[in-house]
């Protein structure tokens, strides 16, 4: 079975994980979804993640979850821009989510930044996902 989103697979695992109060979630390994879970880390929204080697040359991606008081520390989490619609930004339209309580993950020309640092840094990009 051929996977259309996986960057949506992976926020629908993290979403899922902590509905049903799971410590860790193992997702799909690529480079994207690294930087993604980093700046989840950075922002405080996930405990940890770690590549796992698997036989045979594969690897997996695994998310510890975090939690604060029984309550997931990720209140609402969703996929922006998908495969059949791209959602492009620049640095003066870049919308805040939220009110800037929330944080939209962007993929810029420097890298996966959170919206806050792709505005410092004066760079627009594709509004991957976003997080509150």
């Given at each position: 079975?051929?996977?259309?989103?996986?960057?949506?697979?992976?926020?629908?695992?993290?979403?899922n994980?902590?509905?049903?109060?799971?410590?860790?979630?193992?997702?799909?390994?690529?480079?994207?979804?690294?930087?993604?879970?980093?700046?989840?880390?950075?922002?405080?929204?996930?405990?940890?993640?770690?590549?796992?080697?698997?036989?045979?040359?594969?690897?997996?991606?695994?998310?510890?979850?975090?939690?604060?008081?029984?309550?997931g520390?990720?209140?609402?989490?969703?996929?922006?821009?998908?495969?059949?619609?791209?959602?492009?930004?620049?640095?003066?339209?870049?919308?805040?989510?939220?009110?800037?309580?929330?944080?939209?993950?962007?993929?810029?020309?420097?890298?996966?930044?959170?919206?806050h640092?792709?505005?410092?840094?004066?760079?627009?990009?594709?509004?991957?996902?976003?997080?509150?």
């Open positions: 079975m051929s996977m259309n989103d996986p960057l949506g697979d992976m926020i629908a695992r993290i979403r994980g902590q509905m049903a109060r799971k410590p860790v979630i193992d997702a799909l390994y690529s480079k994207l979804h690294v930087s993604v879970c980093e700046v989840l880390k950075e922002e405080g929204f996930i405990r940890d993640y770690s590549v796992v080697d698997l036989e045979g040359n594969k690897k997996t991606l695994r998310v510890e979850l975090k939690y604060t008081d029984g309550e520390a990720i209140r609402e989490i969703g996929r922006v821009s998908k495969p059949g619609r791209r959602t492009y930004t620049s640095v003066k339209d870049m919308p805040r989510f939220y009110n800037g309580l929330g944080v939209l993950v962007v993929s810029t020309p420097k890298g996966v930044l959170p919206d640092k792709a505005r410092a840094e004066n760079v627009g990009g594709e509004i991957l996902c976003q997080i509150f």
